[in-house]
């Protein structure tokens, strides 16, 4: 049975393959790193294929500085490896500061691999506006297998519990948080196929002078005294989330 449309018409119908209205479905089939979510407009895409070069990379408590690695990815050859030390509580951490356009629907997405039995995963999403820091956290807490958030007062708080994800090489998940600076609010959260509404809760802010930027920041810190390795590729920066 006919179906469809040739790529000059919407009207007439073809006999082998159905046509694509929606560019997003498109654009992901052309090998996209943006096909988890697609709200937003893209702001900034990193799928580390050109390297670690504009990140800020530390560690401490005897954690290993981020580094390229090829061990674990979500698309192309290279991921980001957060690897901590030995010690409880040891971690190593990335950071990406970007220009800005609008502070209202802002949401930033990542994958990861964890190889990591008992680790914190955490994303902070912060926006100075040259007199306030607004920050926005959201963290995977394998220790207590539990989503946790960064509540007005700076304190982390259950979001959900009973969450266990699967660790090893090949099981990816994916994590986005949307916020809206300018009402000062968390909107929602999606882990995998679990979405959270967090449009009553306020976002921790405190009086800042620092230039106007936006900031993202991945953490893995050891939630007991042994070697965890987490793995990061496609960070996805979106404007205009609804």
Known sequence: MPHGAPDFSNRQALSTIFAIFDLGEAVARLGSIVYFDRRGN???LEDFEAGLGRWGRVAGGGGVTPAL????VRSGQFS??????AGA???????LSVAYRTVGGLG??????SAASYALITLWFGLRTGTTLYRAGIRYNSVLDRLEYLDSANTWQVLDSGIKLDVGSMDIHTLKLVVDFSLATYK??????????????????????????????MRAT?????????????VIITQNEP
């Open 69 to 72: 690695s090829f061990t674990a």
């Open 80 to 85: 980001a490896l957060l690897q901590t030390g």
């Open 42 to 44: 893209v702001l900034l």
């Open 108 to 113: 930033v997405e990542f994958s990861f691999v």
């Open 222 to 234: 050891a939630g007991i005294a042994q070697v965890e390795r987490v793995y990061i590729d496609d």
């Open 188 to 217: 929602r959260v999606l882990l995998n196929a679990l979405t959270y509404q967090m449009s009553t809760l306020a976002l921790y802010s405190v009086s800042d002078i620092g230039a106007p930027r936006l900031d993202v920041e």
């Open 89 to 95: 509580g040891s971690w190593s951490d990335m950071t």
